[in-house]
């Protein structure tokens, strides 16, 4: 009992209780510590692996939906010049048929044929042909570009004729998506900057970002279409490009739904999208973005304004 103090009231008396104390052991205690860290870093480990598998196998599958779509539009790219190729050519052979008709007229009855109507013969094959040789040559340069796709190191940067490869891949990427959807048309816009040239690229990422941009937009006026709202709607979509002092810009701008300013903050973000399910992965832009940031060392923006346009510009050094 504590003793009281002198010259104060003693009012309560005080007592404490013999307790006993023992040292903690915290050997067990660290060593399942230690183990529970362990499973949990294995744990984390695998579910890293399993989310990285996930974003390879959608990855995947938005390259195999791109793919099928820019088939469809190879298909179609294709079959338009063909198609000219098989008209020109009968006409040709209906042509010659006249003129085989003419010379053998000629060698019997000279006086009865008209020099001007030979000249008139020979003058429509040298046309039909020349049409031929033109459409046949179409046709070769898309087979030829995706051709160079396919055989390209992923990470080879080649000089590339930029304007050439913005048109052919946009206008493939917009018949990929009409061939699902045939009542679907859009007035194309290309102002492409002849002093552009030449722009080393990864093309078979480039063009990828390119068809993913230009399927985005076909979306976009799509959608406003379908909404019925004006009458007078024309889906336009405009793909330019500009040669500045040191980088060379792309844009490609939609009069489309456009997109709230509160979604284009999250736009770029990996497995975001205002896509339906299944029309989807919400990785398009985040891959886009990654390919030109990282691998082409430029910027991908966006300006949008609901209800009326959007417009994705796209920046490249020239020193790649």
């Given at each position: 009992?504590?003793?009281?103090?002198?010259?104060?009231?003693?009012?309560?008396?005080?007592?404490?209780?013999?307790?006993?104390?023992?040292?903690?052991?915290?050997?067990?205690?660290?060593?399942?510590?230690?183990?529970a860290n362990v499973m949990l870093a294995?744990?984390?480990?695998?579910?890293?692996?399993?989310?990285?598998?996930?974003?390879?196998?959608?990855?995947?599958?938005?390259?195999?939906?791109?793919?099928?779509q820019l088939t469809a539009g190879i298909l179609h790219e294709i079959r338009n010049p063909l198609n000219f190729v098989n008209n020109f050519s009968r006409l040709a052979l209906d042509v010659l048929t006249e003129l085989k008709e003419l010379l053998s007229r000629l060698r019997t009855e000279p006086e009865a044929v008209d020099s001007d109507e030979l000249d008139e013969l020979v003058e429509m094959v040298e046309t039909n042909l020349?049409?031929?040789?033109?459409?046949?040559?179409?046709?070769?340069?898309?087979?030829?570009?995706?051709?160079?796709?396919?055989?390209?190191?992923?990470?080879?940067?080649v000089a590339t004729d930029l304007n050439q490869l913005l048109e052919e891949f946009a206008k493939l990427a917009y018949q990929g998506v009409r061939g699902e959807d045939k009542a679907f048309n859009v007035a194309f816009t290309f102002q492409l900057d002849p002093q552009v040239g030449q722009v080393r690229l990864v093309v078979n990422e480039f063009t990828r970002v390119i068809i993913n941009l230009v399927n985005n937009a076909c979306y976009a006026v799509n959608a406003k279409r379908k909404l019925g709202t004006d009458a007078n709607y024309t889906p336009r979509i405009t793909v330019s490009s500009a040669r500045k002092a040191d980088h060379v810009e792309v844009r490609i701008r939609d009069n489309g739904t456009g997109i709230p300013e509160e979604v284009v903050k999250k736009v770029f973000d990996a497995f975001f999208t205002t896509k339906p399910p299944g029309e989807g992965t919400g990785l398009g832009l985040s891959l886009s973005l990654a390919t030109i940031n990282d691998t082409h060392r430029g910027t991908l923006s966006v300006e949008s304004e609901p209800g009326e346009f959007t417009e994705f510009t796209i920046r490249l050094p020239l020193d790649l």
């Amino acid at each position: 009992m504590l003793e009281p103090i002198q010259g104060c009231h003693q009012t309560a008396n005080y007592s404490f209780r013999p307790q006993t104390y023992t040292p903690m052991d915290t050997t067990d205690h660290q060593q399942q510590l230690e183990q529970a860290n362990v499973m949990l870093a294995g744990d984390i480990e695998k579910l890293s692996q399993e989310i990285l598998e996930t974003r390879q196998r959608l990855e995947q599958q938005g390259r195999l939906a791109g793919i099928g779509q820019l088939t469809a539009g190879i298909l179609h790219e294709i079959r338009n010049p063909l198609n000219f190729v098989n008209n020109f050519s009968r006409l040709a052979l209906d042509v010659l048929t006249e003129l085989k008709e003419l010379l053998s007229r000629l060698r019997t009855e000279p006086e009865a044929v008209d020099s001007d109507e030979l000249d008139e013969l020979v003058e429509m094959v040298e046309t039909n042909l020349s049409r031929i040789r033109e459409n046949g040559g179409r046709a070769e340069r898309i087979v030829t570009s995706m051709l160079s796709q396919t055989r390209q190191d992923a990470t080879q940067f080649v000089a590339t004729d930029l304007n050439q490869l913005l048109e052919e891949f946009a206008k493939l990427a917009y018949q990929g998506v009409r061939g699902e959807d045939k009542a679907f048309n859009v007035a194309f816009t290309f102002q492409l900057d002849p002093q552009v040239g030449q722009v080393r690229l990864v093309v078979n990422e480039f063009t990828r970002v390119i068809i993913n941009l230009v399927n985005n937009a076909c979306y976009a006026v799509n959608a406003k279409r379908k909404l019925g709202t004006d009458a007078n709607y024309t889906p336009r979509i405009t793909v330019s490009s500009a040669r500045k002092a040191d980088h060379v810009e792309v844009r490609i701008r939609d009069n489309g739904t456009g997109i709230p300013e509160e979604v284009v903050k999250k736009v770029f973000d990996a497995f975001f999208t205002t896509k339906p399910p299944g029309e989807g992965t919400g990785l398009g832009l985040s891959l886009s973005l990654a390919t030109i940031n990282d691998t082409h060392r430029g910027t991908l923006s966006v300006e949008s304004e609901p209800g009326e346009f959007t417009e994705f510009t796209i920046r490249l050094p020239l020193d790649l």
